[in-house]
């Protein structure tokens, strides 16, 4: 089992940011692949950003330049910079942990992201 623990959401306004953390604990795996989506109100969740014990990245289109995603291998914990936010970045974002070589998905409670305009 896998437990993760997510911080760092808020309000903020157009033009600002945010950096969210979410820390595993548990069975985390010496390989994985950790992440965050998000689900705005009325909207299917979509992925933000992923990052792999390796240190690859990926990203939604939406997000590219704006976001970086990192993690500390040592602390099991990811990182989500989040800069130029704007209203439709607004969503409750979700901590996401996959191990290597498995298709299961262990997910945080989720933190709520909210941006003014």
């Known amino acids: 089992q896998v437990q993760l623990v997510e911080s760092g959401g808020g309000l903020v306004q157009a033009g600002g940011s945010l950096r969210l953390s979410c820390a595993a604990s548990g069975s985390t795996f010496s390989g994985n692949r950790m992440g965050w989506y998000r689900q705005a109100p009325g909207k299917q969740r979509e992925l933000v950003a992923t990052?792999?014990?390796?240190?690859?990245?990926n990203y939604a289109d939406s997000v590219k330049g704006r976001f970086t995603i990192s993690r500390d291998n040592a602390k099991n914990t990811v990182y989500l910079q989040m800069n130029s936010l704007k209203a439709e970045d607004t969503a409750i974002y979700y901590c996401?942990?996959?191990?290597?070589?498995?298709?299961?998905?262990?997910w945080g409670q989720g933190t709520q992201v909210t941006v003014s305009s």
């Open positions: 996401n942990f996959r191990p290597t070589g498995s298709w299961y998905d262990y």
């Open positions: 990052i792999r014990s390796g240190g690859v990245t």
